[in-house]
Nanobody
Framework: VQLQASGGGLVQPGGSLRLSCAGSRITLARYAMSWYRQAPGKEREAVSCISWGDERTYYSDSVKGRFTISRDNAKNTLYLQMNSLKPEDTAIYYC???????????????WGQGTLVTVSS
C-alpha cells in the first residue's frame, strides 16, 4: 500500500497550488481522507478531511475559505486546492487515511510521504 503525495513547491504569497495524493494498492474511496501539515518547529496539525460515503468536507479555521479538498475516485486520487496562500502555510503536507473525519488516522491507517509547500516572496 502506498500514498504518493505530490504538487508541492515554492509559491509567492497570494498564489495557488494543488496537491495530489494518489493511492496504490488501496481504494481511497473506502476511507475518510485527510490532509495534515507540519511546519518547522511545530506539531503536525489537521488541515482538511473528506468523509467516505457522503463526501462531507471539513477544514481547520486557518484554511477555511482558501483551501478545498476533493477526490476523484475514478483516479483513486485525493486533492487539496490551496488558494490565497500565506507564508504561514509553509509546511510539509501529508495525506492520510482514516475511519472518519471525527477520529482521524489510527495506528493501522496509511500516510503519504509528504510534499513540501513553501510560501515566500
Amino acid at each position: 500500500v502506498q500514498l504518493q503525495a505530490s504538487g508541492g513547491g515554492l509559491v509567492q504569497p497570494g498564489g495557488s497550488l494543488r496537491l495530489s495524493c494518489a493511492g496504490s494498492r488501496i481504494t481511497l474511496a473506502r476511507y475518510a481522507m485527510s490532509w495534515y501539515r507540519q511546519a518547522p518547529g511545530k506539531e503536525r496539525e489537521a488541515v482538511s478531511c473528506i468523509s467516505w460515503g457522503d463526501e462531507r468536507t471539513y477544514y481547520s479555521d486557518s484554511v477555511k475559505g482558501r483551501f478545498t479538498i476533493s477526490r476523484d475516485n475514478a483516479k483513486n486520487t485525493l486533492y487539496l486546492q490551496m488558494n490565497s496562500l500565506k507564508p504561514e502555510d509553509t509546511a510539509i503536507y501529508y495525506c492520510a487515511t482514516g475511519p472518519n473525519c471525527t477520529v482521524g488516522p489510527g495506528p493501522t491507517d496509511y500516510w503519504g510521504q509528504g510534499t513540501l509547500v513553501t510560501v515566500s516572496s
